[in-house]
């Protein structure tokens, strides 16, 4: 394999977040981390050094997937915010691809305890969750940013159009876009769009990660000419 990537250091965000009602229950989502870490291992095979912070999915890879690649778990909200903060402030990073599932809310109030069982009901009031993604250029304004966006049962003109005003709001470099609909084990459809509003279709997760990096690195060996 040609090593497309090689002398880049990239870091890759993956899987959910937790935010903490109590001591002891967290509101999280439905995402496992399966397609960063596919990501990761691809981007090594094409020769870059690779950071993943990966988050608490539900991952069932063979011995030896994560061979060559520095691997930072994390499980909460704040935790994942601290180190994105953390390694992209320090400027040695040429690309993050940021394809972790970022909880949008929390909880107003946590508490210390465990809330009692039993009772009637139980009301927990939320507020939005800072934007990670919105930070990253202020941290660093030449890294090269690649977004995941997704949607739930939107049409293909659609979804490509929300995907493209969210990169121009937040700098993004590239964005990727996908429906849950059109999500499963073994098939992954989504877009990958440029500033440029060029678009390429991929149907797996392994194509993705392909060509997504693909792109990438054409869009350095760019700049830099």
Do not use: C
């Not at 959910?16 to 109590?22: H, L």
């Not at 995402?31 to 090594?44: D, N």
């Not at 608490?56 to 994560?66: E, N, T």
């Amino acid at each position: 394999m040609k090593k497309i990537l090689a002398g880049k250091k990239i870091l890759i965000t993956a899987g959910p977040t937790w935010v903490a009602i109590d001591r002891v229950r967290v509101i999280t989502n439905i995402f496992s981390g399966r397609t960063g870490s596919i990501i990761a291992r691809e981007a090594k095979k094409k020769g870059a050094e690779v950071k993943l912070l990966l988050g608490p999915g539900r991952l069932s890879f063979s011995p030896g997937f994560f061979k060559g690649i520095k691997v930072i778990k994390y499980h909460y909200f704040d935790e994942l915010l601290y180190l994105v903060k953390k390694e992209v402030s320090s400027r040695r990073y040429d690309i993050l691809i940021h394809s972790a599932a970022i909880s949008d809310y929390l909880p107003l109030k946590q508490y210390n305890r465990k809330i009692p069982s039993g009772k009637d009901s139980l009301t927990i009031k939320l507020k939005p969750a800072i934007k990670i993604i919105k930070g990253v250029k202020k941290w660093d304004p030449h890294i090269f940013l690649v977004q995941f966006k997704l949607e739930v049962a939107k049409k293909a003109k659609e979804l490509i159009s929300i995907g493209y005003r969210s990169m121009l709001k937040n700098k993004a470099d590239l964005a990727v876009v996908n429906d849950l609909e059109k999500m499963a084990k073994d098939k992954h459809e989504a877009y990958i769009i440029d500033l440029e509003k060029n678009i390429s279709k991929v149907d797996s997760r392994s194509f993705l990660a392909d060509r997504l990096l693909r792109i990438v690195a054409d869009k350095l060996n760019n700049v830099r000419a």
